[in-house]
Structure formats: C-alpha cells, structure tokens
C-alpha cells in the first residue's frame, strides 16, 4: 500500500520557466550537415544555461514536508530503483564488450 505524498507538484510553478524544446530550433531541411549539428548543440547550450541547477521552490516544498513530518520515505522502493540502476548500469558495461 502506498501512500500519496503531501509534497505538491512543483511541474506546473516551473511552466514559465521550461525552456523551448529543441525541435523549435530546428532548421527546416531533410539533410543533417555539421553546421546542423554544431546549430543545435548551441542551442542545447542555450536551454542548459536557462535551466536552473536547483529547483528551489521543489527544494522548499520538500525541507517543508520533512519539517512537518509529512515526507513519507519508502525505503522498498529506493531499494528496487538502486538495484535496477545497478543492474542496467552492468548491462551496459556488458553489451559494449564483445
């Protein structure tokens, strides 16, 4: 049985802040040059220096619930996604040997 977090949603305090997907940079062309390529990484560029390193308000909203006692921690399912990242990271390690 799990229980619903009290941390509200932060995705939508952050819409005005989202970055323009890359596909609104994209040129208009069916070929994929280098100067395509070195375009769009400039505007991948772009869209990391308009990205925050740290959320704050989702920072807030969590010292906030951890303050009251409200942050539920489901060490089951830390345990599973640590395991299944272990297991997909010896995966990779694995398929790139020949």
């Keep these: 049985m799990h229980r619903k977090s009290s941390v509200p949603k932060m995705e939508a305090n952050l819409s005005s802040k989202k970055p323009k997907k890359i596909s609104q940079f994209k040129r208009n062309s069916d070929s994929c040059t280098d100067d395509d390529t070195q375009y769009e990484m400039a505007m991948i560029e772009k869209i990391l ?21 409200a942050y539920a921690i489901h060490s089951k399912t830390i345990a599973e ?9 010896l995966y990779l390690q694995t398929k790139d040997k020949p």
């Design 81 to 89: 996604r640590m395991i299944k990242e272990s297991l997909f990271d």
């Design 49 to 69: 220096e308009q990205t925050p390193d740290i959320r704050e308000e989702k920072v807030a909203a969590l010292r906030k619930a951890i303050k009251s006692g």
